[in-house]
C-alpha cells in the first residue's frame, strides 16, 4: 500500500491491486494555497462538509463519495464512519464530523477529519485496532497537538501521520507540526509525499512519519 500525502487532510491511499482511495479534498483559497488536486481515484472519503475538505469535484474519474456514519462496502473494502464532533460543544460550534476506519492491504487505516475533542470510550472501542493513523494537530479548528497526542495514546496506532497543520502552503492561524513532534520519541521524517507501508514491516514500537505535501 502506498500513502501519498496531497496536503492538509488529503491523502491518496492507493492498495497493491489498484484501488484509490482519496480523503477529505481541499479546496484552494481563504488560505489554503496548496495545488489544485488532479488526482483520479475509485472512492472519496468526506469527513464533513466544509470547503477544505469536501471538493470532491475536484477528484478526477468517476468516485463514489462516501459521508456520515455507518459501514459501506465498495469494491471489496468496508469504510466504518463514526460520528464525532468537530469541536468540545458536541458539534454545537463548527458541527458534526465524521472518522472513517478501514482496511487496506490487511492493515487498518483510521483517517480522523476535523476531530475537535477527546475521544470518548465507546468511540475508541468503535475505532478498535489502528495500524496507521491520521491525525489533526494544528489545533484551533481541531485538536490541537496536546489534545492529539492523546488521542494517539488513546488507539495506539503502529504509525501516526500528522496532518491539517500550518505550513508555507497553508495559512491557517493553527500551529505548525512542530509543536506536536516536540518531545516525541521514534519521530521519522521523509523527504517525499509518499510512503510505503505492508503488514509485515510496520514498526514494531510506534512512530510518527512525517509526510511533505505533494501539492
Given amino acids: 500500500m502506498k500513502v501519498k500525502w496531497l496536503g492538509h487532510a488529503c491523502f491518496l491511499i492507493t492498495s497493491r491491486h489498484g484501488l484509490r482511495v482519496i480523503t477529505d479534498p481541499y479546496a484552494v483559497g481563504g488560505g489554503i494555497n496548496y495545488s489544485p488536486i488532479r488526482e483520479t481515484a475509485d472512492v ?4 464533513h462538509d466544509h ?7 475536484a477528484v478526477q474519474g468517476k468516485p463514489e463519495v462516501i459521508k456520515g456514519s455507518g459501514k459501506k462496502t465498495v469494491k471489496g473494502i468496508q469504510f466504518k464512519g463514526i460520528a464525532t464532533s468537530h469541536d468540545t460543544s458536541h458539534g454545537q460550534e463548527r458541527g458534526l ?4 476506519c478501514f482496511t487496506v492491504d490487511h492493515m ?4 480522523l477529519g476535523d476531530l475537535g ?8 472501542t468503535e475505532i478498535g485496532d489502528v495500524d496507521i493513523l491520521f491525525a489533526p494537530v494544528g ?12 488521542v494517539s495514546d488513546q488507539l495506539k496506532p503502529r504509525i501516526t501521520i500528522p496532518m491539517h497543520f ?8 493553527i500551529a505548525t507540526v512542530e509543536e506536536f513532534l516536540r518531545g516525541k520519541e521514534n519521530v521519522r521524517r521523509i523527504v517525499d509525499s509518499e510512503a510505503e507501508f505492508d503488514r509485515e514491516n510496520l514498526p514494531a514500537a510506534r512512530e510518527i512519519l512525517l509526510l511533505q505535501p505533494a501539492l
Fill in 44 to 47: 472519496v472519503l468526506v469527513s
Fill in 51 to 57: 470547503g477544505d475538505h469536501n471538493n470532491v469535484s
Fill in 97 to 100: 464530523n465524521t472518522v472513517f
Fill in 108 to 111: 487498518k487505516l483510521c483517517h
Fill in 117 to 124: 475533542h477527546v475521544l470518548s470510550s465507546a468511540q475508541v
Fill in 139 to 150: 489545533g484551533f479548528f481541531t485538536i490541537d497537538s496536546s489534545v492529539a497526542s492523546q
Fill in 166 to 173: 500550518k505550513t508555507p502552503k497553508c495559512t491557517y492561524p
